[in-house]
């Protein structure tokens, strides 16, 4: 029952919001427009700021509703997306090992997901008849895996062990995911409340705070210390605006990149990050070798696989300077270290294991290794931000609300 008059309840909440707004300010307007300053009263300052404000808040919901309902339907698709894709690689992966045909197998699979997707799995199983290669397929075909897998599916293959490659492809994704949606959505919770506290304190300075100076200038009243530095802030504000513009789109920027992530559309990563983000992609990387060692496949050539398929432009440019200078005779992994790839502790574990027998097995376990330490360094960065942030918006709060208040309750007893 409830459910059912909720919409009805919420439109009824919109048309009063939108009629008490608005009959408030044409009151004002009619009542108030042929007096006097000295004539005005308080009234007039009530119909102009509750009405203002209420307009205000309706204005605030229906964006806030349109946003969340944008947001709603985006994440619905995605992760009805992402778990076709985790099972589409479930099914290669488990095709591959038991060296079921795989043509066969994804139309198959096609015919049972049906849609846009079924449609796209039937084109990469065509692929396959005609003899193109699963990389190149995929490749082909974008849509049907995330970018992310597709190093570790590309070396897997050229190394000949395709099937161990889709089930880590498959299996990270599963357990990778939860830790780092959770993070992603912390971190658009802090962006979001920044961008839309900002809008809300823009609206104030711009049309509320210049009001009610006026209004009070009117009355000849005395304003109280709080509420003077509040409008000289809105002053300032409103004229070095343009000061904070940059830093408004930059958090807009980071708030849309945030619920990218937690969609987990982009695989990029934002400029000047990437000292932050250099434990993820040393993971992504020593899997891919982890692999190719694993089967008697040279460093040089894993490498070269790498600098064509890295999803990340930056990453691919330090893999292309490593194959140089692993080409030119240098240690692999103290070319990985030179240019930034993995730490100079790793680079000694990698050379000790290197010596031992024993380089596939520390590869994976620096690589897990890599991944946990980064998600703990952003979960403390996190929780670190969140107190500070909540704080901060909560004393900024505070004031604006002792700054318009104290001076309207002063007139108020003045008039009584």
């Known amino acids: 029952m409830l459910q059912q008059l909720g919409p009805m309840i919420g439109a009824i909440v919109l048309c009063i919001l939108l009629m008490a707004g608005s009959i408030l300010l044409i009151n004002r307007t009619v009542v108030f427009q042929n007096r006097l300053p000295a004539d005005r009263g308080s009234l007039e300052f009530v119909f102009l700021v509750f009405g203002w404000v209420l307009l205000f808040a309706l204005m605030l919901i229906l964006g806030f509703a349109l946003f969340l309902l944008v947001f709603v339907f985006v994440f619905i698709y995605i992760q009805n997306l992402r778990g076709k894709q985790r099972g589409f690689l479930w099914m290669l992966a488990i095709a591959a090992q038991r060296q079921i045909p795989l043509a066969p197998a994804v139309n198959a699979y096609a015919a049972e997901v049906g849609g846009q997707y079924g449609e796209r799995a039937h084109e990469f199983a065509n692929l396959l008849s005609e003899g193109v290669p699963l990389p190149d397929a995929l490749n082909l075909v974008p849509i049907l895996v995330p970018s992310r897998n597709n190093p570790i599916i590309r070396s897997s293959y050229e190394s000949g062990n395709l099937a161990k490659g889709l089930r880590e492809a498959a299996a990270a994704r599963t357990l990778q995911q939860p830790l780092w949606g959770s993070l992603s959505g912390n971190i658009f919770y802090i962006v979001a409340m920044i961008v839309f506290g900002a809008s809300i304190l823009t609206f104030l300075m711009v049309k509320i705070i210049p009001s009610f100076e006026k209004i009070f200038k009117d009355f000849s009243a005395a304003l109280?210390?709080?509420?003077?530095?509040?409008?000289?802030?809105?002053?300032?504000?409103?004229?070095?605006?343009?000061?904070?513009?940059?830093?408004?789109?930059?958090?807009?920027?980071l708030l849309f990149h945030c619920l990218l992530k937690y969609l987990d559309i982009s695989w990029y990563d934002l400029p000047g990050t990437g000292w932050l983000m250099r434990r993820k992609h040393a993971a992504e990387i020593m899997d891919c070798l982890a692999m190719d060692v694993e089967n008697r496949r040279t460093i040089?050539?894993?490498?070269?696989?790498?600098?064509?398929?890295?999803?990340t432009g930056a990453i691919r440019v330090k893999l292309n300077r490593v194959?140089?200078?692993?080409?030119?005779?240098?240690?692999?992994?103290?070319?990985?270290?030179?240019?930034?790839?993995?730490?100079?502790?790793?680079?000694?574990?990698?050379?000790?294991?290197?010596?031992?027998?024993?380089?596939?097995?520390a590869m994976r376990e620096m690589a897990d290794g890599n991944r946990r330490r980064l998600a703990y360094r952003l979960d403390v960065l996190v929780q670190t931000l969140f107190p500070p942030v909540v704080l901060c918006f909560g004393a900024m709060v505070l004031f604006v609300v002792v700054a318009l208040f104290m001076p309207l309750i002063t007139l108020i007893q003045r008039m009584s």
């Open 300 to 311: 040089d050539a894993g490498l070269h696989t790498l600098v064509r398929c890295y999803p």
């Open 323 to 361: 194959l140089a200078d692993v080409q030119a005779g240098a240690p692999w992994h103290e070319s990985l270290r030179a240019r930034g790839l993995i730490s100079p502790a790793d680079a000694a574990v990698l050379q000790a294991a290197e010596r031992a027998g024993n380089l596939p097995w």
């Open 224 to 253: 109280p210390p709080v509420t003077l530095a509040l409008i000289g802030i809105s002053r300032w504000l409103v004229n070095y605006w343009f000061l904070f513009f940059p830093f408004y789109i930059l958090f807009l920027f």
